[in-house]
């Protein structure tokens, strides 16, 4: 077993370090997504130009969103609603649905053709991540009544 080091920090360092740590994650976390939108929107989208951000990138989303399910939390300022995963599927379908109708519009110059590769791409980004986002939902808020009946279960 690895010896602990002892904590140097007070209560109030150890609060900023957190937050260090947080605004640390996040930039990351949107830096390496765009990164691989950019990349691929160039037309750099083969695993070899992307495989090092895949490589940190996945594992980084599957561990924040087990992680969190494992305790409980959903996130800080969003419900976990219905209608919050319709607008924030929406969204994803949107915007790349829109890389996609511009890319194709580039390479093509057929309006109508651009137009249907966009609805295409929303589609079929947007329903599935609906979907997604709806299973995630019902697996947090089985998990958040384990942990709430756990809770309760230990005052008595």
Known sequence: MMKQMKNNLDEM????LLKIE????TIAFWALAISILAQTFM?????EY???EYIVFIPLCLYISVTCIKNGIWDRRLKPDSKTN??????????LGFL?????????????GSLAAGAFMFFFTGVPSF???????KIYMKRKQV???EDESSEK
């Open 131 to 137: 979907a997604a986002l709806s299973i995630i939902r």
């Open 13 to 16: 360092q150890e609060l900023k």
């Open 22 to 25: 947080h605004t640390s994650y």
């Open 100 to 112: 996609c109708f511009v890319s194709s519009y580039q390479n093509y110059h057929n309006l109508f």
């Open 43 to 47: 037309r750099h989208n083969s695993f």
């Open 86 to 95: 319709l607008k924030l599927s929406s969204l994803i379908g949107i915007i």
């Open 50 to 52: 992307l495989a090092g």
């Open 147 to 149: 942990l709430e009946s």
